[in-house]
Structures are given as C-alpha cells and as structure tokens.
C-alpha cells in the first residue's frame, strides 16, 4: 500500500514536471506571438480608453454649448458655429465656404454675435466668449 503511494506521487511528480517543461518550451517557441497578443491587449484598452475619454469630452462641450443656449445671451446654433470658425481664424468667405452659406449670412450671424455678445468687432467677440467660456 505504502508502495503505490509513493509510486502515484512521483508519477502525479513527474507528469507535473512534463508539463511544466512543455508549457516552458510552448511558451519558449512561441515567445513573439504571447509578447505580440500581450501589446495589442495593451493597445486595445488604451484605445477604448481613449475613446472614452473623447466622447466624456465631446459630450461636456455639446453640454456647455446647450447652456450657452439657453442663456440670457441666446446664441442660436449657426451663431456658435460662424464663433467657433472665427475662433480658429478663418475669414468671413472662408466661413461661408465651410457651412455652405453665403457671405452675406455669415455677415448677418456676426453682426448678431457683436449685439448679442456686446461688442464690436471679432477680436472683441472672441475675448467675451473666452470670459463667458464658451470655448
């Protein structure tokens, strides 16, 4: 009885230590695939996380614009728009191309942007809208 014991135990031993040795060699020979399927999890979950992040980010935005909206300036959404382009420099022709509108649109949204916003030209209007954080 004492014999079988010690016989099943170092075959449970030994089949241990094969295994262990074949996963050590699978893992051996297989090296580049595990270092490969370990960075792209990495990447995967930085990239999901990314996203996250910039959707938070587009959503805290759309949120502020909302309540920019719904202010006692009352800037419509064309107006926040032809301010946004402004923002980033672009001229009066350049707006009109990028939101499909004539020139003389976009001279009306800004004409209503200064009275709305209480000043008198772009730079001013920008300055305003930096203090009421509208970007």
């Known amino acids: 009885m004492k014999s079988t014991i010690v016989y ?7 089949l ?7 996963v ?9 695939e595990l270092y490969a399927g370990i960075i792209a999890i990495v990447f995967m ?4 996380w990314f996203m996250y992040s910039l ?10 614009k909302q309540i920019i ?7 419509s ?12 420099g672009y001229s009066n022709q350049q707006i009109a191309d990028k939101l499909f509108l004539s020139i003389h649109t976009i001279k009306t949204h800004s004409s209503n942007l200064f009275l709305k916003l209480d000043v008198k030209n772009r730079t001013q209007a920008l300055l305003k809208a930096k203090e009421l954080e509208i970007f």
């Open 8 to 14: 099943g135990i170092s075959m449970a031993v030994l």
């Open 16 to 22: 241990f230590l094969l295994k262990w040795l074949e």
């Open 24 to 32: 050590k060699y699978l893992i051996m020979d297989n090296l580049f």
């Open 45 to 48: 979950v930085l990239g999901a």
């Open 55 to 64: 959707q938070q980010k587009k959503q805290e935005i759309a949120e502020k």
């Open 69 to 75: 909206q719904n202010t006692e300036i009352g800037l």
């Open 77 to 88: 959404q064309r107006e926040l728009d032809v301010l946004e382009l402004m923002s980033q």
